[in-house]
Each structure stands twice: as structure tokens, then as C-alpha cells.
């Protein structure tokens, strides 16, 4: 079955400050979702990525796939505290999002 | 438009019980996955109803199950709870198997 690591699992930024959350896939990355997550809400879709080499950018988050590598980046630019909370990224099987794997989450925190 | 609902929000029940938790989609959305997400497993795929069928069902006992209606509404149902039940319940909802979901805002659910 497909694993999905993250890294960090967590992160303390300074408002205003770059950075960068990964994610690696056990196996080939056929489409790639990322989603937020506010504490012990539901989440809220960012970005999906389904080719090789394909970027993607809403306001000041980026993300990245790297299907060689089986490796997504999300990229956050001056970082707000509306950008604190869990990011997720998930797979899908055989490029659906139906049946998703998620990866464990990164924690991000956002100080003044 | 309205988002994806999950009623109730908030649930406690005992073990042994049995729970149903209800999920309206995205109108026009004929895809329903369901997720459990604990703290120690994170977020895992339950079971995914297309067009009143079960399309893919993730590794949960049998206790665990779901339905779809002819209006895309979906219920799903565990049996006989026990404590490792506990956990938020996230529906989602998409146009097609192929695109992103959207996430309702999930039930807690407690089992003392």
C-alpha cells in the first residue's frame, strides 16, 4: 500500500517568514492533492496536481510535483497567521481522488 | 452554494451502541467518500458510494458500512461501537471520481 511522509511535522514560523512542507510517496505519485485543515474541522482543497513537473500557485501558496522523485512541495510565501493550521497532502490510486492516502500532516504555526 | 453537511456534529455514545452519521453532498456532486481521522492512525479511507453503488471500500471491519441514496445523500452506519471508534468522521463530495472533494466540516464522534 502507498505511504506518504511529510515533513516537518511541525513547524513554528515567524509572520512574514518563507517555508516549505514535503511530501514523499512510497510509490509513483499518479496525482497529488493538498489540503488544509483547521483543528477538528474538515478540510479545505488547496491544490491538485497530476503531472510530472507541474506547479501550481493560489495567492501566496505554491506546490510542486516532482514524479521522478515521488515528492510534492508546498511552498507558503510571507507567511500570515490566517496560514496557520494542519496541511495534508494526498494520493489518490491510479490517479482518482477517490480513495485517498494521506500523509501524517504538518502542523504549522504562525507567531507575530 | 451550499457546502457539504455532516449531521450530527457532535455525537457521544456508549459501547455497544450502534451510530448513523448522515452526509448531504455538493448539489450536483454524485461522489460521497468517507474518512475516519484519529490521532494515532490519522486519516483513513472508509468507503466511497458512486451513484447509489459502492465504488471502494477501505480496510475496516464490518461494522463499519454505508449507503448511498437516489439524491446522492449518504449515511453511514457502525455497529456494536467500541472505544477505538472515537474519532472525527470527515464526508467529502465531488463531481466526478477523478476531481478533487470537498470536505464537510465532519462529526465527532465519542465512545465512553
Known amino acids: 500500500s502507498q505511504e506518504l511522509e511529510q515533513s516537518p511535522q511541525s513547524l513554528i514560523v515567524q509572520e512574514g517568514k518563507n517555508l516549505t512542507i514535503n511530501c514523499t510517496s512510497s510509490k509513483t505519485l499518479y496525482g497529488l492533492y493538498w489540503y488544509k485543515q483547521k483543528y477538528g474541522e474538515g478540510l479545505i482543497f488547496l491544490m491538485m496536481?497530476?503531472?510530472?513537473?507541474e506547479e501550481k500557485s493560489h495567492e501566496k501558496i505554491t506546490a510542486k510535483l516532482d514524479e521522478k522523485k515521488q515528492q510534492s512541495s508546498l511552498h507558503i510565501t510571507a507567511s500570515q497567521p490566517s496560514h496557520a493550521g494542519i496541511y495534508l497532502c494526498g494520493a489518490g490510486s491510479r490517479g482518482t481522488a477517490s480513495k485517498l492516502t494521506f500523509g501524517t500532516g504538518t502542523r504549522l504555526q504562525v507567531t507575530l | 452554494k451550499a457546502g457539504v453537511t455532516q449531521t450530527p456534529r457532535y455525537l457521544i455514545k456508549t459501547r455497544g451502541q450502534q451510530v448513523t452519521l448522515s452526509c448531504s453532498p455538493i448539489s450536483g456532486h454524485r461522489s460521497v467518500s468517507w474518512y475516519q481521522q484519529t490521532p494515532g492512525q490519522g486519516l483513513q479511507f472508509l468507503f466511497e458510494y458512486f451513484s447509489e453503488t459502492q465504488r471502494n471500500k477501505g480496510n475496516f471491519p464490518g461494522r463499519f458500512s454505508g449507503r448511498q441514496f437516489s439524491n446522492s445523500r449518504s449515511e453511514m452506519n457502525v455497529s456494536t461501537l467500541e472505544l477505538g471508534d472515537s474519532a472525527l468522521y470527515l464526508c467529502a463530495s465531488s463531481s466526478y471520481t477523478d476531481y478533487g472533494y470537498t470536505f464537510g466540516s465532519g462529526t465527532r464522534l465519542t465512545v465512553v
Open positions: 496536481l497530476q503531472k510530472g513537473g
